[in-house]
Each structure stands twice: as structure tokens, then as C-alpha cells.
């Protein structure tokens, strides 16, 4: 059909040599549209998004942090869930880091030191109003 002559498309789609041109036209108008919107996508830099522990702030908010293992993961169950709990940071401060059932696969053999990228937590607070970092289902920890 790429070969095609205008002919051939008219009669292919019982239409008039002028509705095939339209036809072809437009098609070829949304074929350039979506090349220019492919090529102008901008994906933002990771780096920039990055934020530092002193600067997380809004309670519910979603964040992407680089940090450090600062204090052995403590692994704890409640109502027959595993959840793992730590300290982490980085030059700025440090943070208490919460993992729920979900994600406790993505922080196994976790060691002190260890530098990590997490993308994508909830900033919460804790029941003595001490913020903490919450890693959900949907985080992604990269190893550093």
C-alpha cells in the first residue's frame, strides 16, 4: 500500500481521486505531527530532581533522595507483616526510612554504607511526629 498510486487508493476505498489526495494529505500532516512531538520531548535529568534530607518538608509529598545506609536495617512484624526500618542520609541530615510489606524484597542483604537512589517515597511522619521516609510498591531503590 506504501506504492501505491492515488488510483489504487480511490479505488481501494471507492472514492474519488480528489478524497484519496485528502486522505493521503492528512494522513501525512499527523505522521509529521507525531515526528516533531517525538522529537521534542524533553525527559528532565534525574540529577536535578534529586533532593537533599534537609529539604523535605511537605508531609505527603513524593521525592526522589540519594542516601546512605547509616544503621543496620531492623527487620519487625506487625499483624503477621514484615517491615524493615533504618536510618538514613546524607551530607545534610539524616531520616528514619520505613519499608512496607510490599517492597521489603527490594532491601534485602542491605549493609551499613551502603549508598542508594530512591525514587519515587512518600515523606510521612511517625507516631512522635519525627518525619520518615515511607518506601511503597512503587519505589525504585537503585544501588549506588
Excluded: W
Excluded at 15 to 29: L, N
Excluded at 120 to 139: A, D, F, H, S
Amino acid at each position: 500500500m506504501a506504492n501505491a498510486s492515488i488510483e489504487d487508493l480511490a479505488v481501494d476505498i471507492y472514492c474519488t481521486k480528489d478524497t484519496a489526495r485528502s486522505f493521503i494529505h492528512a494522513a501525512q500532516k499527523v505522521l509529521r505531527n507525531a515526528e516533531i512531538k517525538e522529537q521534542s520531548r524533553v525527559i528532565p535529568k534525574l540529577a536535578g530532581n534529586i533532593t537533599k534530607i534537609k529539604n523535605l518538608t511537605g508531609i505527603g509529598k513524593k521525592y526522589t533522595i540519594e542516601c546512605q545506609i547509616l544503621e543496620l536495617p531492623n527487620t519487625t512484624k506487625m499483624d503477621s507483616r514484615e517491615y524493615i526500618e533504618t536510618i538514613v542520609g546524607d551530607e545534610t541530615g539524616e531520616i528514619n526510612l520505613l519499608v512496607l510489606p510490599k517492597s521489603v524484597n527490594k532491601f534485602q542483604n542491605l549493609k551499613v554504607g551502603e549508598k542508594l537512589r530512591l525514587g519515587n517515597t512518600l515523606l510521612n511522619e511517625n507516631k512522635r511526629g519525627e518525619k520518615l521516609i515511607q518506601i511503597m510498591l512503587y519505589t525504585s531503590v537503585t544501588r549506588l
